[in-house]
């Protein structure tokens, strides 16, 4: 075999091109192999050399060189193929997004579409199609989400003030998110949890022994992720006022504002008695708009702490419980790291305007 082969004569204007082509992150690979083959063929070698360098067969190289002499840069891309034409035209399409996005008839008794019952509605059509379709547009009429308004008369003053600590904090202030998770059950698994092994997940019997209950009162400081914790039976005025002394406490000599909900244990005669001690003008409570629960951070730590240690686990005790609750917490304070907010309150009222507009609409 030759060493050499012709020279294939490639412009300036499309050797920048290809160059450009080569060093792209983002075209697809086909895209790239093509390029470097003709620029490597400009380089006068066989066409089986090039074809080692890029891993194609030699068939493949002579193509493309082939293609791009008859046809230049243009030529690179794939040709049109011909193939079955569409099942259904646009029109159809249309009207298919109409009636899956119409409430069913009251006539046949169902809340939402399934592929087949509106492939027999519309006519003409197998299930399957309608399934593709669904899965091109994003539609999944099975999915039903919950929504609730805020209706604080303070909603924007509310939304602004805590969104203000957790982006733009007191200098020298501590910003602490507080809540309970209550209801917390010991449930103790009938049998023994089987472990996780390959092509097994870990089991556990549906059944449980139910042993008691306990509420876990959190409070998350946003600039580190450290967590206060105290487990009580019961979640009232009083173990609320007890759990704000403990963050107190943890606190000492600093300015301290604590963010928490509506709930009325926080808004107790004898919390608002406590806060209006001189010693303790430094706290501040901010209460997030009613509904709006989610403002609070600690409730990501609720989620966190639910699904990586409570919620799989098997308690012969309340005592059990809680001291799983406080082996996480430990746990966490030793590898926690800061809870980052990233929507402006701008951002949130646009939204939450919205929705009330549109509401109001239907």
């Not at 203000?164 to 059950?185: F, H, M, R, T, W």
């Amino acid at each position: 075999m030759a060493n050499h082969a012709k020279v294939l004569d490639v412009s300036p204007e499309d050797r920048v091109e290809l160059e450009r082509r080569l060093r792209s992150r983002t075209l697809p690979t086909r895209d790239v192999e093509r390029a470097r083959i003709v620029l490597l063929a400009a380089q006068a070698l066989p066409a089986q050399t090039i074809a080692d360098r890029v891993g194609v067969s030699r068939p493949t190289v002579v193509t493309w060189r082939q293609r791009y002499e008859a046809g230049g840069i243009d030529a690179l891309g794939d040709a049109a193929r011909s193939g079955r034409p569409p099942e259904i035209d646009q029109a159809r399409r249309d009207e298919i997004l109409v009636a899956t996005l119409t409430p069913p008839p009251p006539k046949l008794g169902i809340s939402h579409w399934s592929s087949r019952l509106l492939a027999h509605h519309v006519g003409g059509v197998s299930h399957a199609t309608i399934a593709r379709l669904w899965q091109h547009w994003g539609v999944q009429p099975w999915r039903v989400e919950t929504f609730k308004f805020s209706t604080d008369p303070e909603l924007v003053a509310k939304v602004t003030d805590i969104v203000g600590l957790y982006l733009n904090p007191p200098e020298n202030a501590v910003v602490v998110c507080v809540d309970e998770k209550s209801q917390i059950q010991a449930l103790e698994r009938t049998a023994p949890i089987l472990p996780l092994a390959p092509g097994l997940a870990e089991r556990q019997t549906h059944d449980y022994r139910r042993h008691g209950t306990t509420t876990l009162f959190a409070a998350l400081e946003v600039a580190t992720g450290r967590i206060v914790d105290e487990c009580y039976d019961r979640h009232r005025g009083v173990e609320f006022l007890k759990f704000l002394k403990k963050v107190a406490k943890a606190y000492p000599g600093v300015e301290l504002h604590v963010i928490c909900d509506n709930y009325s244990a926080h808004k107790h005669a004898d919390v608002k008695k406590w806060l209006a001690l001189p010693r303790n003008k430094r706290i501040t409570l901010h209460f997030t708009p009613t509904y709006s629960s989610w403002m609070n951070l600690v409730e990501v730590f609720f989620g966190i702490i639910t699904r990586q240690s409570i919620k799989r686990g098997s308690y012969s005790s309340v005592r059990d419980l809680t001291d799983t609750i406080r082996r996480f917490i430990d746990a966490w304070n030793q590898r926690c790291r800061p809870f980052v907010w990233t929507k402006t309150a701008d951002k949130i009222l646009v939204k939450a305007n919205r929705q009330t507009t549109s509401d109001t609409d239907h």
